[in-house]
C-alpha cells in the first residue's frame, strides 16, 4: 500500500523559512515522479513543484520560483520543500503525490503552513 | 500560469449523467494529451479519477469518462450516485509545469 506522510508544517512569520518532508512507502520511490501541490483554505488546488526520479530535473510554479526549493533523498524515500522568504499568500495545505511527470496518482493527507505574524 | 477554466457548479440527479468541463489554451489543454481530473471530498486528500485525457486508474469506476476538443477537455460522470458529490479538479501539463483548474463542485439532487 502507497503511503505518504508530510511533515514540517506549522506556523511561521512573514519572511521565515520552513522546509517540508514527505516520507515515502508502499512503493518504488526512487523510480516515481513527486509534486508538491498546496490549497489554500477553502480555495482550489494549486501545483507547486515537481521533481524527477533522480533528482537532476525540477519545476516550480512562477508564484513560488526563486523562493521554493523542491529536492529528494532516494536512501531515505523521502521528498523535501524547502519555503524561504514565505509569505501570507503560502498559507495552505501542502500535499505530496507520487505522480508522473504529469499525474499525481497518490496523494498524502497534507500539512498545514500558515504564515503570520 | 493562469489557471484553467472550471465552472465553479454542477448538479444532477441520481442516475443521471453530468458533464463539467475545463477551459484551458492551446499551450496547454490544447497541447498535450495529459490532461487529469481529481476528485476531492470535505476534509480529505484528492483522488486521481482521470489521466492522460482518457485513461482512469485501477478502481476508479467506468462511470467516469474524460475526452478532449482542442482546448477544452471533459469530465463525465454517469449513473450519478450520491458518494460522487464532491469537488472535481482538472488539470494540465504545460511545458515542463502543471496547472490546475479552479474546481467545480458536483452536487447530487
Known amino acids: 500500500e502507497v503511503q505518504l506522510v508530510e511533515s514540517g508544517g506549522g506556523l511561521v512569520q512573514p519572511g521565515g523559512s520552513l522546509r517540508l518532508s514527505c516520507a515515502a512507502s508502499?512503493?518504488?520511490?526512487?523510480?516515481?515522479?513527486m509534486h508538491w501541490v498546496r490549497q489554500a483554505p477553502g480555495k482550489g488546488l494549486v501545483w507547486v513543484s515537481r521533481?524527477?526520479?533522480?533528482?537532476?530535473?525540477?519545476n516550480y510554479a512562477d508564484s513560488v520560483k526563486g523562493r521554493f526549493t523542491i529536492s529528494r533523498d532516494n536512501a531515505k524515500n523521502t521528498v523535501y520543500l524547502q519555503m524561504d522568504s514565505l509569505r501570507a499568500e503560502d498559507t495552505a495545505v501542502y500535499f505530496c503525490?507520487?505522480?508522473?511527470?504529469?499525474?499525481?496518482?497518490?496523494w498524502g493527507q497534507g500539512t498545514l503552513v500558515t504564515v503570520s505574524s | 500560469q493562469s489557471a484553467l477554466t472550471q465552472p465553479p457548479s454542477a448538479s444532477g440527479s441520481p442516475g443521471q449523467s453530468v458533464t463539467i468541463s475545463c477551459t484551458g489554451t492551446?499551450?496547454?489543454?490544447?497541447?498535450?494529451?495529459?490532461v487529469s481530473w481529481y476528485q476531492q471530498h470535505p476534509g480529505k486528500a484528492p483522488k486521481l479519477m482521470i489521466y492522460?485525457?482518457?485513461k482512469r486508474p485501477s478502481g476508479v469506476p467506468n462511470r467516469f469518462s474524460g475526452s478532449k476538443s482542442g482546448n477544452t477537455a471533459s469530465l463525465t460522470v454517469s449513473g450519478l450516485q450520491a458518494e460522487d458529490e464532491a469537488d472535481y479538479y482538472c488539470?494540465?501539463?504545460?511545458?515542463?509545469?502543471?496547472?490546475f483548474g479552479g474546481g467545480t463542485k458536483l452536487t447530487v439532487l
Open positions: 503525490a507520487r505522480s508522473t511527470s504529469t499525474s499525481c496518482f497518490d
Open positions: 508502499g512503493f518504488t520511490f526512487s523510480s516515481s515522479w
Open positions: 521533481i524527477n526520479s533522480d533528482g537532476s530535473s525540477t
Open positions: 492551446s499551450s496547454d489543454v490544447g497541447g498535450y494529451n495529459y
Open positions: 492522460e485525457v482518457t
Open positions: 488539470s494540465s501539463y504545460a511545458g515542463s509545469i502543471v496547472i
